[in-house]
């Protein structure tokens, strides 16, 4: 297995402009989330999914859109990029969404740099 | 909103030595998991350790265990025979019974002296 998978691993985009993070997983989670890491600030739930066709906002969902067509892809797209949202983006995934502790497996990470 | 706190932004152990990484918490649940993960330099946030909050007995894994006190809501990581791959960003992490959402603390990056 692959596990989680994310693309790109850096990306540099200019004030405005629109761009997608794509997220896979091979396990068949039915749960996928999108955080972000900002310095001194751990992780931030930006949008979640428990399964395909069903999303729902986290901690930090302005600027941010979802969309769950499969049970693989989650992919997040910023619509019109701001500095604000410079940060490395992790998703993650887990069995059975986060019921009894279940693990959540992280991507490796995508570097954004706005502008 | 629940909170997590992590009061030392960076610690420093000799190798093969003890040392512990403090985590504290606010909720008003009485069920519910916390987490332990490590980042290092690569980025990969892994999974060291969980308990769950029904369970009075500390968890274990290995040179990890963890000290939970709920009535305090503290949960420090116990971290022994410290190695050199041990060095990384150290997160503390809750999550509701009832939540599907993870709340961080700021972390703390360990550093290893050989």
């Known amino acids: 297995n692959a596990g989680v998978t994310q693309t790109p691993k850096f990306q540099v985009l200019k004030t405005g402009q629109s761009m997608t993070l794509q997220c896979a997983q091979d396990?068949?989670?039915?749960?996928m989330s999108w955080y972000r890491q900002d310095p001194g600030m751990g992780l931030r739930l930006i949008h979640y999914s428990v399964g395909a066709g069903i999303t729902d906002q986290g901690e930090v969902p302005n600027g941010y859109n979802v969309s769950r067509s499969t049970t693989e892809d989650f992919p997040l797209r910023l619509l019109s990029a701001a500095p604000s949202q410079t940060s490395v983006y992790f998703c993650?995934?887990?069995?059975?969404?986060?019921?009894?502790?279940?693990?959540?497996?992280f991507g490796p990470g995508t570097r954004l740099t706005v502008l | 909103a629940q909170t997590v706190t992590q009061s030392q932004p960076e610690m420093s152990v000799q190798e093969a030595e003890t040392v512990t990484l403090s985590c504290t918490y606010d909720t008003s649940e009485s069920d519910y998991y916390l987490f332990w993960y490590k980042q290092p330099p690569s980025r990969q946030m892994i999974l060291v350790i969980r308990?769950?909050?029904?369970?009075?007995q500390n968890a274990t894994e290995n040179r990890f265990s963890v000290n939970f006190q709920k009535a305090a809501k503290s949960f420090s990581l116990k971290i022994s025979d410290s190695q050199l791959g041990d060095a990384a960003m150290y997160f503390c992490?809750?999550?509701?019974?009832?939540?599907?959402?993870?709340?961080f603390g700021g972390g703390t990056r360990l550093m290893v002296k050989p």
């Open positions: 992490a809750y999550r509701g019974n009832a939540g599907n959402m993870l709340t």
């Open positions: 308990q769950e909050a029904y369970k009075q």
């Open positions: 993650a995934s887990s069995y059975q969404g986060l019921v009894r502790g279940n693990e959540q497996f």
């Open positions: 396990m068949n989670h039915e749960y």
